[in-house]
C-alpha cells in the first residue's frame, strides 16, 4: 500500500521546524552575516548586505506604524521584482502586517476585488510596465485620488484604502512616493522591536490569490510558520549556504519567488539576484555570468527561452550548479538540457499549491537523474502525503492513480474570509485535497499525472476555466461557453474557448480576443476560438471537457510533450 510518506531522509529529516516568526528569524541572520551581500538588484543598480537589508527594513517597518499600520492590518504590493518588494516583505514580517500579493496582470475588476476582500488599508504600486499603466487603473477604481491628501483617501469603490505608495518619482495626485514613506521611518525605532516581540509564528504574515472554481479568486492566508519554513526546507533540497548566489527572474508575487527564492535565500544566508523586473532571457544570462550566480529559479517556459536564444552559447554558465524548475510540468528534454548546457547538475523540481506555502515534495541535489526528469522527487520534511481514491477517500495501492493530499506545517490557515471554501480544501483531520492526480512508487517518488479539476497551467500561471467563461458570457453575441485547456510547446497549456453564438448573431475569434483585452489579465484570453453548435455530453447532461480536449487536439494537431 501507499503509506503515509514523511519525512523521507533528504540530510533535514530531524532538523526541528523554525518556531519563530519571519522578522525575528532574518534579524539573526543578518547578525550572523552582516557583511554578506544579501540582495543584488540588477535593474535598479541596488546592492545590500545582510546588516543594510536588515537596516533598510527596519526603517520601513517604522514608517508602515507611522502611516497608521497595525499588527495584523492588510497591505497590497502590486509590482514585478524589486528592491522595495522584498523590503515590504521583510518589513511587514517584522511588525505582523499582512502582506497581499497582487499579480501585475490584473486589471480594475481584479484589483477591486482583491483590495475589498482581505480589506487592504495600503496599495504600493508600480507605475507602469510596458503597456500597462498601473497609476491609471488605480485612479479609475479611485477617482478620489485626484483631491485627497496622502493617507487619507476615502474611495467608493476601495473602502478600506487609505493610503496608495507609488514606486515612481514623479509626484502623484493623493498619493505618496515609497521614497517619501521611507523618509518617514527610524531604523532605531523602538516600536518595530517592541511589536516584533509580540509576535506568534502561527500568525498570518501573506495572502496570495488563487483562482476559484466559481469564477472569483481565493485569499489563501499563510502563516510566518508556514512560508519561513517551506523556504528553509527549499534551501535545504538545493543545498543552499551563505556562499550561494540565486538568480530570482520568477515572479515574487507568486510563492515560486518569495519563498522557493527569497526565503530560501534569508534562511540561509544566500543572495538573491534579480535579473529584471519582468522576464527576459538575455538579461538572465547576463545576470548569471556578470555575478557568478550558483543557482537559477525558472518555469520551463523560461529555460525554453534561455537555452533558444541566439546567444545563448556566449555566456559562461559554468557557476551554475543548482537552481528550481518547478510551476508547471517541466518536459523531460529540457531538464536534460539545463544539467548538460547550463551545468545544473543540482537543479531540482518542486512541486506544490499556494494552499501549502507551497512545496510538498522536491527532489534534492542528490537525487538520480532519471527520478529528477520523471517525478517531483519525495515528500519534503516534516510533511505527510497520500495518494487516495477521490471517490472512497481510501489510500491506493503503490503505483496506482489517485488524487494527492498533504498534511503538516506548510497547509494554509485558510481562505480569507471563506470558511466554506477552507473546509472544501481542507478536511477534518487536516488533510489538504490538492486536487491533482498522482501516483507514488516504491521509494516514495510522487509524479503528478493530472488534474481531477480542469484547471489550466499556463507558464506558471494558474487558471480557472469558470473564470474565463463567465467573463465571456457578458459577450453579446455569446449564447454559451466552455473554456479548455490544450498542450502547447511554449507555455506547457493554453486556453481554448469553445462557443455558441446566440440565434441571430455572429462574432469572430478576433472579436472575442479583443473583447478580453485589457478587461481581464493577458494570459487569461483565449489564444484559440472554436464556435460549435453544442458541446458533447453525457446522458446526464455533464459537459465533457475531456472529450472537447481530445477534439481540439485533434483539430489544430496539439501534440502533449513528455513531462515529469
Known amino acids: ?23 525575528r528569524h532574518f ?55 524589486s528592491s522595495e518588494w522584498l523590503l515590504m516583505q521583510i518589513a511587514t514580517a517584522k511588525v505582523g502586517i499582512v502582506l497581499v500579493n497582487i499579480n501585475p496582470a490584473y486589471r480594475v475588476t481584479e484589483l477591486e476585488y482583491a483590495l475589498n476582500k482581505v480589506g ?8 507602469a510596465f510596458k503597456t500597462s499603466d498601473y497609476l491609471a487603473i488605480v485612479n479609475d477604481l479611485a477617482p478620489e485620488l485626484a483631491s485627497a491628501t ?47 516581540a509580540t509576535l506568534d509564528a502561527n500568525e498570518p504574515i501573506n495572502i496570495q490569490f488563487t483562482s476559484g472554481t466559481t469564477g472569483f479568486p481565493k485569499g489563501a492566508t499563510l502563516t510566518h510558520r508556514n512560508i519561513l519554513n517551506n523556504g528553509f526546507f527549499i534551501g535545504e533540497c538545493m543545498k543552499l549556504t551563505e556562499h550561494d548566489r540565486l538568480c530570482i527572474p520568477v515572479p515574487l508575487y507568486h510563492c515560486f519567488g518569495m519563498v522557493l ?51 545563448f552559447k556566449e555566456f559562461d554558465l559554468s557557476s551554475l550548479r543548482t537552481g528550481i524548475m518547478a510551476g508547471s510540468p517541466c518536459p523531460i528534454e529540457v531538464m536534460k538540457q539545463v544539467v548538460e548546457l547550463m551545468h545544473m547538475d543540482e537543479v531540482t523540481i518542486a512541486y506544490g499549491m499556494t494552499e501549502t506555502s507551497p512545496v510538498s515534495c522536491q527532489s534534492t541535489t542528490e537525487t538520480p537523474l532519471e527520478k529528477r526528469v520523471s517525478t517531483v522527487g519525495l515528500v519534503q520534511p516534516h510533511i505527510e502525503i497520500k495518494v487516495i481514491d477521490p471517490g472512497t477517500g481510501s489510500v491506493v495501492p503503490t503505483g496506482e492513480t489517485g488524487e494527492l493530499c498533504t ?40 509524479n503528478i499525472v493530472g488534474r481531477i479539476k480542469d484547471m489550466v497551467i499556463r507558464g506558471g500561471e494558474n487558471i480557472y476555466p469558470r473564470e474565463i467563461e463567465e467573463f465571456l458570457y457578458r459577450h453579446p453575441a455569446v449564447s454559451d461557453v466552455q473554456v479548455i485547456g490544450v498542450p502547447d510547446s511554449k507555455y506547457g497549456e493554453e486556453l481554448c474557448a469553445w462557443i455558441i453564438l446566440k440565434n441571430g448573431q455572429q462574432a469572430t475569434a478576433e472579436e472575442i480576443r479583443a473583447f478580453c483585452q485589457g478587461k481581464i489579465a493577458h494570459y487569461k484570453v483565449p489564444r484559440y476560438v472554436r464556435f460549435v453548435e453544442s458541446f458533447p455530453m453525457t446522458i446526464t447532461g455533464k459537459i465533457q471537457k475531456f472529450v472537447m480536449r481530445d477534439l481540439t487536439k485533434q483539430a489544430l494537431n496539439l501534440q502533449e510533450d513528455k513531462t515529469a
Not at 2 to 20: F, K, Y
Not at 35 to 61: I, K, P
Not at 262 to 269: E, K, M, Q, S, V
Open 261 to 311: 527564492g527569497n526565503l530560501a535565500c534569508l534562511t540561509h544566508g544566500s543572495a538573491i539576484v534579480y535579473p529584471n523586473d519582468g522576464f527576459d532571457p538575455l538579461t538572465v544570462l547576463e545576470t548569471v555570468q556578470a555575478e557568478k550566480c550558483t543557482g537559477l529559479h525558472g518555469v520551463p517556459t523560461m529555460f525554453i527561452a534561455e537555452l533558444a536564444h541566439p546567444r
Open 27 to 81: 534579524e539573526a541572520m543578518a547578525a550572523r552575516f552582516p557583511a554578506r551581500e544579501a540582495l543584488v538588484s540588477r535593474h535598479q543598480g541596488v546592492r545590500f548586505t545582510y546588516a543594510e537589508l536588515d537596516r533598510e527594513a527596519n526603517r520601513l517597518a517604522s514608517a508602515l506604524i507611522r502611516a497608521g499600520l497595525a499588527k495584523g492590518e492588510r497591505v497590497g504590493i502590486w509590482a514585478h521584482n
Open 120 to 127: 487592504c488599508k495600503m496599495l504600493v504600486t508600480m507605475t
Open 407 to 446: 498534511k503538516g506545517y506548510s497547509v494554509m490557515q485558510g481562505y480569507w474570509g471563506d470558511e466554506e471554501k477552507t473546509r472544501e480544501a481542507i478536511d477534518d483531520e487536516g488533510w489538504m485535497h490538492t486536487g491533482d492526480l498522482a501516483t507514488m512508487d516504491a521509494e516514495g517518488y510522487v
Open 1 to 23: 500500500m501507499n503509506r503515509l510518506t514523511q519525512s523521507h531522509d533528504v540530510g533535514t529529516t530531524h532538523t526541528p521546524l523554525i518556531e519563530a516568526p519571519i522578522g
Open 150 to 196: 496622502p493617507g487619507e483617501l476615502n474611495a467608493v469603490r476601495a473602502p478600506a484604502l487609505k493610503t496608495v505608495v507609488q514606486l515612481g518619482t514623479a509626484p502623484q495626485p493623493g498619493m505618496l512616493s515609497f521614497a517619501d514613506l521611507m523618509a518617514t521611518g527610524d531604523p532605531a525605532d523602538p516600536e518595530v522591536a517592541r511589536i516584533g
